[in-house]
């Protein structure tokens, strides 16, 4: 589920759609969960499917560690691709705002977390990348973890709309990272190498 301070809106005729934050988000929040509304395909059920159907999930979906494919049942499905963004995929089945999030603006995730299958080239942002991978978790999850591990601590700071979402497990998960009684899980847990 998404945050539910957003909204899906129309950019622009390149981009189509996306997910806009309808009020400040700040650093810390967390910005999406996975919920038991979320549907996820094996890989033998996606191959069963007809090609319409597989077209649509690989254009709406997110591959897990397994290499199922993820689609949300919200407007979350239309959280656009940014080599700057400000969200971050976790460990823990749940993203993370890494900066704070102004009313107006998107909330994006960089695609190269979200184990994809085919490289495309993204719009122009004035980095150094311009091409999103299949390995980037394998290249990027330290620069990731550095990012999602400044901002964990806030977790229990901020005020979190999905935190009843959230299971026990992974609440007793957060705590003990903030508290230093377990390290904090790196994004590259969420990896899924096709064969």
Same mark, same amino acid.
């Given at each position: 589920?998404?945050?539910?301070?957003? &909204?899906? &809106?129309?950019?622009?005729?390149?981009?189509?759609?996306?997910?806009? =934050?309808?009020?400040?988000?700040?650093?810390?929040?967390?910005?999406?969960?996975?919920?038991?509304?979320?549907?996820?395909?094996?890989?033998?059920?996606?191959? *069963?499917?007809?090609?319409?159907? &597989?077209?649509?999930?690989?254009?709406?979906?997110?591959?897990?560690?397994?290499?199922?494919?993820?689609?949300?049942?919200?407007?979350?499905?239309?959280?656009?691709?940014?080599?700057?963004?400000?969200?971050?995929?976790?460990?823990?089945?749940?993203?993370?705002?890494?900066?704070?999030?102004?009313?107006?603006?998107?909330?994006?995730?960089?695609?190269?977390?979200?184990?994809?299958?085919?490289?495309?080239? =993204?719009?122009?942002?004035?980095? *150094?990348?311009?091409?999103?991978?299949?390995?980037?978790? *394998?290249?990027?999850?330290?620069?990731?973890?550095?990012?999602? =591990?400044?901002?964990?601590?806030?977790?229990? *700071?901020?005020?979190?709309?999905?935190?009843?979402?959230?299971?026990?497990?992974?609440?007793?998960?957060?705590?003990?990272?903030?508290?230093?009684?377990?390290?904090?899980?790196?994004?590259?847990?969420?990896?899924?190498?096709?064969?």
């Amino acid at each position: 589920m998404i945050h539910p301070h957003t &909204q899906l &809106q129309y950019i622009n005729d390149e981009i189509g759609h996306g997910v806009v =934050a309808t009020k400040f988000i700040p650093a810390g929040t967390i910005t999406w969960v996975l919920d038991k509304l979320d549907r996820t395909f094996t890989i033998k059920e996606f191959q *069963k499917l007809d090609k319409l159907y &597989q077209d649509i999930l690989d254009f709406y979906t997110y591959r897990n560690s397994k290499g199922n494919f993820v689609l949300c049942w919200d407007h979350g499905r239309f959280v656009n691709h940014s080599f700057k963004s400000n969200c971050l995929s976790t460990a823990y089945d749940f993203e993370i705002a890494i900066r704070d999030i102004h009313p107006g603006e998107q909330l994006t995730d960089d695609y190269g977390y979200l184990n994809i299958e085919t490289p495309f080239r =993204a719009a122009e942002e004035g980095t *150094k990348r311009k091409t999103v991978y299949p390995d980037d978790l *394998k290249n990027y999850h330290k620069v990731w973890d550095k990012k999602i =591990a400044a901002v964990f601590p806030q977790i229990l *700071k901020v005020d979190q709309p999905l935190d009843k979402l959230l299971s026990d497990k992974t609440k007793k998960e957060i705590s003990e990272v903030i508290n230093g009684n377990k390290p904090l899980a790196s994004i590259l847990e969420i990896y899924y190498e096709a064969n």
